[in-house]
Nanobody, 123 residues
Framework: QVQLVESGGGSVQSGGSLRLSCAVS????????VAWFRQYPGKEREGVAG?????RTFYADSVKGRFTISRGWSWVHLDMNSLKPADTATYYC???????????????????WGQGTQVTVSS
């Protein structure tokens, strides 16, 4: 069972930056497809960024050029720049077992989830 714990959320003004971090309990994190999702109140989770076992990244159009996903030893990071009020949401780290070639951001495809961290961007 993989456990994920997010940190780094908080409040920032529009145009600012934040780094979210996700501690992964399994040291073989490189074998997983990892991703960040966000959720607005009353809405379904939407994929923001993903990183596969070959270190290929993919992003939602709304964050391309502003957000960067990366991975280190038992960590997954999301660097968020040029933040906008529309980025205000609860952010979740997620992982799924790799090996089947899936490279997408559909929440139903991910097996493991963190508890979420709040990001608030003020105008």
């Amino acid at each position: 069972q993989v456990q994920l714990v997010e940190s780094g959320g908080g409040s920032v003004q529009s145009g600012g930056s934040l780094r979210l971090s996700c501690a992964v309990s399994d040291y073989t994190v490189n074998n997983y497809l990892v991703a960040w999702f966000r959720q607005y109140p009353g809405k379904e989770r939407e994929g923001v960024a993903g990183l596969d076992s070959a270190s290929r990244t993919f992003y939602a159009d709304s964050v391309k050029g502003r957000f960067t996903i990366s991975r280190g030893w038992s960590w997954v990071h999301l660097d968020m720049n040029s933040l906008k009020p529309a980025d205000t949401a609860t952010y979740y780290c997620a992982a799924r077992n790799g090996g089947d070639g899936y490279r997408g951001l559909a929440a139903r495809e991910y097996n493991y989830w963190g508890q979420g961290t709040q990001v608030t961007v003020s105008s």
